[in-house]
């Protein structure tokens, strides 16, 4: 898509802006220790465009957090989004859980 995916961290929240894509993910994954450290929600209202491999990078976080014994939420998600992840069918890992 070209567009850039930036990132802040308020609180204990991980706020991700922009286009999350197989274009835009690979610094977001290479500071992922550093990003999710302090963390337990991501908030995804400001994403503009995700695709599959933006979806498999939440469930890889997801998955990393349970490693670690902690709980990750995700806020925010959007009718576009939240269609994606019933495409795949990963509404208990990523809506609520």
């Known amino acids: 898509m070209g567009e850039s995916l930036i990132?802040?961290?308020?609180?204990?929240?991980l706020i991700l802006k922009g286009a999350l894509d197989r274009d835009s993910l690979l610094p977001l994954w290479q500071q992922k220790e550093k990003l999710l450290a302090d963390i337990d929600s991501i908030n995804v209202s400001k994403?503009?465009?995700v695709d599959s491999t933006g979806l498999a990078l939440l469930?890889?976080?997801?998955?990393?957090?349970?490693?670690?014994?902690?709980?990750?939420?995700f806020s925010g998600i959007?009718?576009?989004?939240?269609?994606?992840i019933t495409l795949y069918d990963l509404q208990e890992m990523?809506?609520?859980s």
Not at 59 to 73: A, N, P
Not at 78 to 84: G, V
């Open 7 to 13: 990132w802040e961290k308020t609180g204990q929240t």
């Open 94 to 96: 990523i809506i609520d």
């Open 78 to 84: 959007d009718e576009r989004l939240n269609t994606l």
């Open 59 to 73: 469930v890889r976080f997801k998955h990393h957090m349970q490693k670690r014994g902690d709980k990750l939420h």
């Open 47 to 49: 994403l503009e465009y």
